[in-house]
């Protein structure tokens, strides 16, 4: 069950040869409920934060706050 509503969610990849972010949008359900970057940049938890609050929670898929399960597992170091 997602935790809230559906909206875009920036994900860096690299800075490209002039110096400009390079990445791409995915859907994104954390409770912010709006567009944003996914990189800690504005008041979303930073993926180390959202996976400690789901492993604390016994990894479900209510407390993703709109990270992957492979991003939550390898920001625990499950992977």
């Known amino acids: 069950m997602p935790t809230g509503p559906k909206h875009q969610r ?3 990849v690299e800075f490209n040869e002039d110096g ?3 990445g791409y949008c995915e859907d994104c359900r954390c ?3 709006e567009d944003h970057d ?3 940049g504005s008041e979303s938890l ?3 934060d959202a996976a400690d609050i789901w492993l604390s929670n016994g990894m479900d898929e209510d407390y993703t ?3 992957s399960d492979s991003e ?3 920001a625990a170091g499950l992977n």
Do not use: A, T
Request: hydrophobic share 40%.
């Open 46 to 48: 930073s993926v180390h």
């Open 10 to 12: 920036f994900v860096f």
């Open 65 to 67: 706050f709109g990270y």
């Open 20 to 22: 400009r972010e390079s």
């Open 38 to 40: 996914g990189d800690g």
């Open 31 to 33: 409770v912010i409920g």
């Open 72 to 74: 939550l597992r390898r």
